[in-house]
């Protein structure tokens, strides 16, 4: 069933951050919290599912000189629309994930779907590969996020998990710690892909 | 002058745009295997920063930005009654405008390095249209107008300023990249993972600027 | 030239209907943006000015303030509030203050600011107590008294957020400062800078100096917001 893989491919198999290294700008930069992490994964996926549909409905009139700077204005619309929307109804989060926002525009895991996968099949398989690379995405997030904030804050999602007597190692929330957990992860998924390999 | 200085300073070393903002990491994992590679990227990045960010000033302080520098207001102005200062505020197509701006600056860039170094070119190879993804531009571009309200001084040292400290951290990883070629690493670590671990260490290091006075 | 003028012309329509379809959105959302930023503002507004039932907007000198009255009758105010905005490490951070008549502070509330998570965020953090630490550290102090503490105040800085800090100290300071020359009351004596704090009661305490003109802060921005304890 080629749809299922188009989804579950994104996990791990070919996972955009710890295999295709993309998107690596706001995985360091929002895991400083699960929450966070959790937040900005939904916010890309939007727009990483969006713009694979619209990519993939209007490839007929897109003339392919020119089809670059189509498929950017066609994410920095529904970029847009995630940023004004998410200062109007989350404005928390918004303030939290700051200029990270905008900057899903230039996330290469979007536009590189686009160029690689929503420009050459159909608007089915598109959307389901937006969904597949989004959701591994996300799921990178919140583990990171949530691993760096247990280590450095002493909670997950803002509940307290470590005891009083915890100190925080700060260096986990601070981008030292960031660089060194992805680096580590990006490891363990190699060892996972192996494994599953093996027994294949 | 000073405030320019510390601008200059705190986005070379202090603030790294890589190592401690998070901006531009893609290239900075991807291009750093070659010194000489490394170096050609950097030099394409600061011009390109330092150019985007006069730009992208310039279309928002007198096109996108409410209030009286607006061009659509003056004009407005002109044909008649008092427009309220507010009534042109296209801030919202600000993402569209800078990414379209920093993309078309890139293919600039592209056609005059295929006409002036054509063994450059061929050596950054894809790596040259993907510094339109490169988010330290477009996040140095909407610091200094939507964060942090720079004056167009301040905004072109910024973007100037976190150019070099962009190649500054690209030329030492990839020197530490090549050596790293011949050293026993684990066998799942090599490639991605170590770079990463080398990064966090040079973060750490770049810590040791806090407090830097002169 | 033609090669150009076709695909031009096809992304600038591609361009307009995106930009349409933004401004629809826009026309949707930002009456929702002002009005939550209008609700926050009055919160604010209460919060640092308790005693003020009555307030009287007023713009001097290009300074714009409130006065807060505490019932309509009355002719003395019970304070003035104002907003200070500061250059943070990755945003402009906006602060509604409080002041009481004779210039010390009565409370602040920051009201956006977008600075790094976990870091800079702290500054609005509640720990213990109604109200952030950080910002009731504000609470009762001279305007012209604050600094953070590696300025040689008695702010207390946010761990790894030093910039942060500093932004926000300084901006309310400068923010008072510049309401007190607006309304024609500069005759203070203040602390000479770097030297200890001064009393500004005591007409005999050789650590004050009259006040100047010009607003002296101490512009010590080559600090890392990450810069450790």
């Not at chain 1, 295709?20 to 699960?34: D, K, R, W």
């Not at chain 1, 897109?62 to 189509?70: G, H």
């Amino acid at each position: 069933m080629k749809i299922i893989k188009d989804f579950t491919k994104g996990i791990l198999v070919e996972n955009p951050v710890l295999v295709l290294a993309l998107g690596l700008c706001p995985t360091l930069a929002v895991t400083s919290s699960a929450i966070n992490g959790l937040g900005m994964g939904c916010a890309a996926t939007f727009v990483l599912v969006m713009s694979n549909l619209i990519v993939s409905l209007i490839k007929p009139l897109v003339p392919s000189r020119i089809r670059i700077p189509i498929f950017i204005t066609v994410i920095a619309t529904f970029v847009t629309i995630t940023k004004l929307v998410m200062a109007a109804y989350t404005p928390a989060l918004s303030e939290a994930l700051g200029i990270f926002i905008p900057l899903i525009v230039v996330n290469c895991i979007i536009l590189g779907r686009a160029e690689a996968f929503a420009s050459k099949h159909s608007p089915l398989r598109s959307l389901v590969d937006g969904l597949g690379m989004g959701f591994g995405f996300t799921l990178t997030l919140v583990v990171l996020g949530a691993f760096r904030e247990l280590i450095g804050s002493g909670t997950i999602f803002g509940q307290q998990i470590m005891g009083d007597n915890y100190k925080p190692a700060l260096l986990m929330i601070l981008p030292p710690g960031a660089f060194l957990s992805l680096g580590f992860m990006v490891a363990l998924a190699r060892m996972l892909l192996e494994k599953t390999r093996k027994e294949a | 002058m000073g405030n320019l200085l510390i601008i200059a300073i705190s986005a070379i070393l202090i603030n790294n745009f890589v190592l401690s903002r998070f901006l531009g990491l893609c290239p900075f994992v991807g291009v750093s295997k070659k010194t000489e590679t490394a170096i050609g990227m950097g030099m394409a990045v600061i011009f390109v920063m330092t150019l985007a960010s006069a730009v992208t000033w310039v279309i928002w302080t007198y096109f996108l930005s409410p209030g009286t520098s607006n061009i659509f207001w003056i004009i407005a102005n002109k044909f008649g009654s008092q427009t309220p200062a507010a009534s042109f505020d296209l801030h919202y197509l600000e993402t569209i405008a800078f990414i379209l701006v920093i993309a078309s600056l890139v293919q600039f860039v592209e056609l005059v390095l295929q006409k002036t170094s054509p063994s450059l070119y061929s050596a950054l190879g894809i790596f040259l249209p993907l510094i339109t993804t490169n988010c330290a531009i477009l996040g140095v571009a909407e610091l200094n107008t939507m964060s942090l309200g720079y004056n167009f001084l301040e905004a072109l040292v910024h973007g100037f300023a976190a150019g070099v400290g962009f190649t500054l951290a690209l030329i030492m990883m990839s020197g530490i990249r090549e050596r790293l070629q011949f050293a026993p690493v684990p066998r799942l670590m090599k490639g991605l993972p170590i770079a990463f671990i080398v990064a966090g260490l040079m973060s750490m290091a770049f810590l040791g600027f806090s407090g830097l006075k002169f | 030239m033609k090669s150009i003028i076709k695909p031009g012309i096809t992304l600038m329509i591609y361009g307009l209907i995106a930009g349409l379809g933004l401004g629809y959105i826009n026309s949707l959302t930002s009456p929702v943006i002002e009005a939550q930023e209008e609700v926050a503002r009055m919160a604010a507004i209460e919060e640092v000015l308790p005693e003020a039932q009555v307030f009287d907007p007023d713009t001097v000198d290009s300074v714009q303030y409130i006065t807060g009255y505490a019932d309509s009758s009355e002719i003395t105010p019970v304070g003035y509030i104002i907003t200070a905005y500061g250059n943070g490490f990755s945003s402009t951070i906006k602060t509604v203050v409080g002041l009481n008549p004779d210039f010390t502070i009565s409370a602040i509330e920051i009201v956006y600011q977008s600075e790094t998570p976990g870091l800079g965020t702290k500054s609005v953090e509640i720990t213990d107590g109604p109200e952030p630490w950080f910002e009731m550290q504000f609470d009762d102090k001279l305007y012209n008294n604050l600094a953070v503490d590696k300025d040689g105040g008695d702010i207390k800085s946010i761990t790894g957020a030093t910039i942060t800090s500093r932004a926000i100290t300084n901006s309310v300071k400068i923010a008072a400062k510049e309401l007190k020359l607006a309304l024609g009351e500069n005759n203070d004596m203040v602390t000479i800078p770097g030297g200890p704090q001064c009393d500004p009661n005591n007409p005999d305490d050789p650590n004050c100096h009259p006040d100047s003109a010009e607003v002296e802060v101490q512009e010590d921005s080559l600090t890392s917001e990450r810069g450790g304890e």
